[in-house]
């Protein structure tokens, strides 16, 4: 068991990134390169506790991923990653039920807050 | 041989993960000066010749090719030129946006002078936000000369005659930016030196490195 993270990005560095940060902090890891593989990861019963998002990619774009999680898996959290920090984005993000925003590139400090937090390990902000 | 040929994926990859942070920047700053969402699409990256780039914009576009065009040189360990084009039409769809939000012109104050006003400072916005991100990012720092326009039409024979004095490769960033009430496309390139693009290849490595 323990806590399993799911780190959807089409950009190989950005997923890196994410991982290079949250690595030694979970149990599990796994990625995804696009929104429509993260889905099948999910359906095939990977369901894991903290997806990390992104918002800009081909295909199936991340606000459309984000609805479908929420939607099909209810208990993910999802935090959401992305270079786009406009204040209308960020609000549909959240009204599509996202457990957390992080700004790319993403702060450490940032990203392991989100997982002691979203462990339970943390306090809710 | 391109030297695009010396840049591995992975390099690539990180090229186009940094265009995409600099172009949050430039929306997040476009948006809050027209009042519109802007909703960014993934950037492609191609690294080129200089001469290979008209051919680029001639396929990747279905037209006459007219552009406004907005020139603007940047100095640092990263340094070269950028050339925001906006095919003509769309600069003017984004002066009608501009001139929406917008009191009334004066008099004295044409059409065509709120169109190259509006273009020259949507490419200070994106020029600036993404050369200054990809820098910061990179550890560096960069001055900018002001953006200068270039009136339209600049044609491919224009394009081609201010890309010949460039030595080197074209790093090619084409973005689509889709704006609340109307689609509006543009061409970011970003020509760099022949000395700055060795130490982008050691600063790209250096910012890989770090993620590990």
Known sequence: MGFKVLIVDDSMVARLAIKGIVKDSVDSLAEASSGEAALDLLAGGREPDLVFLDLTMPGMGGIEALKAIRSGHPSVKVAVVTADIQARTLAEVRACGAYEVIRKPADRAAVLALVSRARGEGAAP | ?212
């Not at chain 2, 576009?61 to 340094?79: A, I, R, T």
């Not at chain 2, 003017?92 to 004295?108: Q, T």
């Open chain 2, 1 to 212: 041989m391109s030297l695009g040929c010396e840049l591995s994926d992975l390099q690539l990859d990180a090229l186009r993960e940094l265009m995409n942070i600099g172009f949050g920047q430039a929306a997040a700053a476009l948006s809050e000066v027209i009042d519109l969402r802007v909703i960014l699409t993934v950037p492609k990256i191609l690294v080129l010749k200089p001469e290979e780039v008209p051919a680029f914009i001639d396929a990747e576009v279905e037209m006459p090719s007219s552009f406004s065009m907005v020139e603007q040189f940047f100095f640092g360990h990263f340094e070269g030129t950028s050339f925001l084009l906006l095919p003509e039409e769309e600069g003017r769809k984004l002066a009608s946006l501009f001139g929406a939000e917008a009191a009334p012109l004066p008099p004295e104050l044409e059409t065509g002078s709120l169109e190259r006003e509006t273009v020259v400072e949507i490419g200070n916005i994106i020029i600036g936000a993404c050369v200054g991100k990809i820098a910061e990012i990179l550890k560096d720092q960069v001055a900018f000369q002001a953006p200068r326009f270039i009136e339209a039409p600049v044609d491919r024979s224009s394009l081609e005659r201010r890309l010949a004095g460039a030595k080197d490769l074209a790093l090619v960033f084409k973005t689509v930016f889709h704006f609340e009430r109307q689609d509006v496309f543009g061409f970011l390139f970003l020509v760099a030196s022949e000395g700055s693009l060795e130490w982008m290849r050691a600063a790209v490595d250096e910012y890989l490195g770090s993620l590990a």
